[in-house]
């Protein structure tokens, strides 16, 4: 069984300063991870992917999220948050026994201030 | 990037009707589709794996007869809500995995279909 939690169901931030969005794991398995965000009335577009290669992994838009197994944690991070940035981020587990089942987290709906 | 797409984007329909959402992939195919639904302020809940020539696999609590899923070539997949109540309305979203060639895969999601039942 896979599970993962977001710890944060809301994050507001400045623009210009650091965004964190914080994710734990359970997976029997090596996982693959994703973050996905939604803006309000569109599709979930992908951000970024860890498939067991780096485990810092480069996303979209200046997002990067690092793989940490001792911690079973695969963070969100950016370097300076822009107004744009404001939606709702997912983070996810794929189930390597079951292809493409996907297994989100409970969501974190980022805010941010000019 | 790869196009996954739905139709209709938001549909109101009386109690009792049944309602069918497509989801397509636009430029690659799919022998698996996934259907999701989040309901407001929740995250996104599997509800079954649509296959391609064959029956769709359901999670556990998800009723097969009331979320019909037909996956009829390898660009389509229907999900059609039976006899629709109102506790059914919510965000019904379609993902396609994408192969890039090797083992891994990239799920392309749908912009969702919103599903308002009166």
């Known amino acids: 069984a896979q599970s993962v939690t977001q710890l944060d169901s809301h994050v507001s931030v400045s623009e210009g300063t650091p965004v964190l969005l914080r994710c734990n794991y359970s997976s029997s398995y090596s996982p693959s991870l994703f973050w996905y965000v939604q803006h309000p009335n569109k599709g979930l577009q992908l951000l970024l992917k860890y498939t067991s290669a780096a485990t810092l992994v480069k996303g979209i838009n200046g997002f990067e999220a690092e793989f940490k197994k001792s911690e079973t944690s695969f963070h969100l991070t950016k370097p300076s948050a822009h107004m744009s940035d404001a939606a709702e981020y997912f983070c996810?587990?794929?189930?390597?026994?079951?292809?493409?089942?996907?297994?989100f987290g409970q969501g974190t709906i980022l805010t941010v201030h000019p | 990037g790869a196009v996954v797409s739905q139709h209709p984007s938001w549909v109101i329909c009386k109690s009792g009707t049944s309602v069918k959402i497509e989801c397509r992939s636009l430029d690659f195919q799919a022998t698996t589709m996934f259907w999701y639904r989040q309901f407001p302020k929740q995250s996104l809940m599997l509800m079954a794996t649509s296959n391609e020539g064959s029956k769709a696999t359901y999670e556990q609590g998800v009723e097969k007869d009331k979320f019909l899923i037909n996956h009829a070539s390898l660009t389509l997949s229907t999900l059609t809500v039976t006899s629709a109540h109102p506790e059914d309305s919510s965000f019904y979203i379609c993902?396609?995995?994408?192969?890039?060639?090797?083992?891994?895969?990239?799920?392309?999601f749908g912009p969702g279909t919103r599903l308002l039942v009166l």
């Open positions: 996810v587990v794929s189930d390597p026994a079951s292809y493409g089942k996907l297994t």
């Open positions: 993902s396609a995995p994408k192969t890039s060639g090797g083992p891994e895969e990239t799920q392309y």
